[in-house]
């Protein structure tokens, strides 16, 4: 298992508190509902930038729901969302594109392209800085080279910057999409449960190097985990949602594992509260 934390982040993290001005990411009453199921049910939530915020709750709560819902990709049913003063539920598709350069997304399956080399994977990363589309690491500008193998080397990844990325292992191929991310230059960066799929002991490295880079950036994240652990060691602030509503909303230093677990037990009328074991499927 992961490092236990419960005592809140030791983590460097980015700037202090939330800085002047607005926060990055402002949502309001968000509801999303698919044909009669109700996904997102009211949440409001501000992201300070620079704030690492993590997102916690059983499968099904609507975690993904809620990040997909702030780059765009979903429309809201209701409500407000602002990210980096654009109004994403109303944002057009040009508006759109736009903002998706400023919001990375990084996927528990890693979402690289098997058959093109490390370095031509985080290249894509920039794509939205060059104009018309690129074919082979020769076709970037050779600043743009020269970024991404500095991102690739950041990651650990040097001696592999040639390398297939189906030849890489999860953790490996996961630290490429990271590099990708931070090409992209982005304000915000989403993340989906981004070691679901790496044992403890990579998924733990993989989250420590993914918080690091993304402090030393001062990129603002919010990430889903299903690990408790995780998230009290590394988060500014954890989120709980069940059933699409927060119930928890609280920064991570002095919550204890306890309190976080809480937004696990199901809750029933009539039947008392009952544990579910974390990372069980809803
Ligand atoms: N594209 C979709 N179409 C229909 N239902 C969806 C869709 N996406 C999510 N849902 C439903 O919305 C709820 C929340 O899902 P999701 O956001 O994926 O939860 P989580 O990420 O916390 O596991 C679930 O009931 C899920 O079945
Ligand atoms: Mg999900």
Avoid at 41 to 64: C, I, N, P, Y
């Amino acid at each position: 298992m992961p490092t236990t934390t419960t005592a809140g982040s030791t983590v460097p993290g980015p700037p202090a508190g939330p800085t002047a001005g607005e926060p990055l990411v402002r949502v309001r009453g968000l509801v999303k509902e698919f044909d009669g199921t109700t996904a997102l049910a009211g949440v409001d939530l501000d992201v300070a930038r620079g704030e690492l915020l993590v997102l916690l709750g059983l499968s099904g709560s609507g975690k993904s729901t809620l990040l997909r819902c702030l780059n765009g990709l979903h429309r809201p049913t209701s409500g407000e969302v602002e990210v980096a003063g654009t109004r994403v539920d109303r944002a057009s598709s040009r508006e759109l594109r736009r903002l998706r350069t400023d919001v990375g997304f990084v996927f528990q399956q890693f979402n690289l392209v098997g058959r093109l080399t490390c370095l031509e994977n985080v290249l894509v990363g920039g794509l939205g800085r060059v104009r018309g589309p690129r074919y082979g690491i020769a076709t970037y500008p050779r600043r743009m080279r020269e970024e991404a193998l500095a991102h690739i080397e950041r990651v650990g990844l040097a001696d592999q910057a040639y390398q297939r990325a189906d030849t890489l292992s999860g953790g490996q191929q996961q630290r490429v999409a990271i590099a990708r991310t931070l090409m992209q230059r982005p304000q915000l960066v989403l993340a989906d449960e981004p070691v679901a799929s790496l044992d403890p002991e990579n998924a733990g490295a993989v989250m420590d190097l993914f918080v690091r880079v993304c402090a030393e950036e001062g990129l603002t994240v919010v990430c889903t985990l299903h690990q408790v652990d995780l998230a009290l060691g590394w988060a500014d602030r954890l989120v709980g949602l069940r059933h699409g509503e927060k119930v928890l909303d609280r920064p991570a230093a002095g919550l204890t594992k306890d309190e976080a677990m809480a937004i696990y037990r199901r809750v029933a009328p009539g039947t008392p509260a009952e544990p579910v074991a974390v990372g069980a499927s809803a």
